[in-house]
C-alpha cells in the first residue's frame, strides 16, 4: 500500500508536466482555431471581428495566462469546451474511450492468446523446424506496417469473399455484442498481428532462459510431465517481460491507434486527436492527451503489482 501511495502522489506532478508540454506544443503549429474554422476567409475579418471570435475561443490572452485559467479548470474537474462539437471535453472523450477500451482489449487478447502459445512452442522446440517456422513468422509479423496488414485484409475480403468490413459505425458492446464484435473484429486483427509477433519473440526468448535454470531440471529429474514442467515451472517465472510489454502496448492501445482507425473509419480516441489538431481545437487536445497520460499512469501501475502476483520474490514496497 505505502508502494502504491507513492505512485499515486506522483501521479499530478507527471500530468501537470504532460499538461505543460502539450499546452505549449499545440501553439507551436502554425495558425490557431480561428484560421482551421475559416481557413482563407479568415483573413476577410475586420480587426473587432477576429477579436470576438479570439475572444470565444479562449486565445485573446497571453499564453501563461491561458495555461493558468485552463490548469483552474483542470482542477475543478472542467477540462474545457470543444470548439469542434460544442460539448465539454470530458463529454466527448467519455463518448470515444468505450470503442477504443474495447479495441484495446480484443487486441491484446488476439495478441497474448497467439503469441505466447507460440513462444512456448518455439522455445520448447529451440531449433527445430517449427522453432524456425514461428520465428519467420514473428519476424514477418514485426516488420509488416499496420496499415499494409488493414488494406490487405480489407482488399482480400473484398475481392475474393465479397464481403466489405463495417466501417464507420460502432454498436457498443453492451447494446449488441455480438454486433460490437463483429464490427472491431478485425482493426483487433490488424493491431493484434504485429503485437503478437513481439510477444512471441519475448516469450521464446524468456523461456529459453527459464528452461536452463536448476529448478526446471530438478522439477524434470522428479518425474514432472514435460507439460506440467512448461506450464507450471517455467511459463510463471518467463511471464514478467510479456507483462512489461503488454503494459506499455496496451498503454499506447488506449491512447488509440490513429493509422488503423482512420482506415476502417472508426469513431476512436486515435482520430478524435488528429481531427482536434488539424482543427486547432486545444480544449479537446490538451484534455484527450491527459486522459491519455493519465491511462498510461494506471496501466504502469497496475503491472508492477502484477509482477508481485506472478513473481512472489518480487517486493516493490521494501525498495
Known amino acids: 500500500m505505502r508502494y502504491v501511495v507513492q505512485r499515486l502522489l506522483t501521479f499530478p506532478l507527471i500530468l501537470l508536466g504532460v499538461s505543460l508540454i502539450v499546452f505549449v506544443s499545440i501553439r507551436l503549429i502554425p495558425g490557431d482555431a480561428i484560421v482551421a474554422m475559416l481557413g482563407t476567409e479568415a483573413g476577410l475579418l475586420t480587426p473587432d471581428q477576429r477579436s470576438a471570435l479570439a475572444a470565444y475561443f479562449g486565445i485573446d490572452q497571453p499564453i501563461w495566462s491561458q495555461y493558468l485559467r485552463w490548469l483552474a479548470g483542470l482542477f475543478q474537474g472542467d477540462l474545457g469546451i470543444s470548439s469542434i462539437y460544442g460539448k465539454p471535453v470530458l463529454t466527448v472523450i467519455l463518448e470515444r474511450f468505450p470503442l477504443t ?4 482489449l480484443m487486441s491484446m487478447v488476439i495478441a497474448l492468446g497467439t503469441g505466447v502459445p507460440l513462444g512456448v512452442l518455439a522455445a520448447s522446440r529451440n531449433e527445430r523446424p517449427s522453432d524456425l517456422v514461428v520465428r519467420v513468422l514473428a519476424m514477418l509479423g514485426q516488420s509488416t506496417p499496420n496499415f499494409v496488414v488493414a488494406i490487405l485484409i480489407i482488399y482480400v475480403l473484398s475481392v475474393y469473399f ?12 453492451h447494446v449488441d455484442p455480438l454486433a460490437s464484435v463483429k464490427q472491431l473484429i478485425f482493426p483487433a486483427i490488424t493491431l493484434g498481428f504485429a503485437f503478437a509477433a ?5 516469450s521464446r526468448a524468456a523461456m529459453l532462459d527459464v528452461l536452463s535454470d536448476d529448478y526446471v531440471r530438478t522439477a524434470r529429474s ?13 511459463l510463471p517465472n518467463a ?10 502496448e496496451f498503454g499506447y492501445l488506449l491512447g488509440g491507434a490513429v493509422i488503423v482507425e482512420q482506415i476502417f473509419a472508426l469513431p476512436g480516441l486515435g482520430r478524435l486527436v488528429l481531427d482536434a489538431i488539424t482543427q486547432r481545437d486545444y480544449a479537446l487536445v490538451q484534455g484527450t492527451v491527459l486522459f491519455i497520460a493519465f491511462n498510461f499512469l ?3 501501475l497496475l503491472v508492477d503489482l502484477a509482477y508481485v502476483a506472478l513473481d512472489p520474490r518480487i517486493r516493490i514496497g521494501g525498495r
Open 298 to 300: 494506471v496501466v504502469n
Open 162 to 173: 465479397g464481403f466489405v468490413p463495417a466501417m464507420g459505425i460502432f454498436t457498443p458492446f
Open 239 to 248: 511471464i514478467i517481460p510479456v507483462v512489461t510489454l503488454s503494459g506499455v
Open 198 to 202: 513481439s510477444v512471441t519473440r519475448i
Open 101 to 104: 477500451l474495447q479495441l484495446s
Open 222 to 234: 522428479k518425474g514432472a510431465s514435460p507439460a506440467r514442467v512448461i506450464w507450471r515451472h517455467a
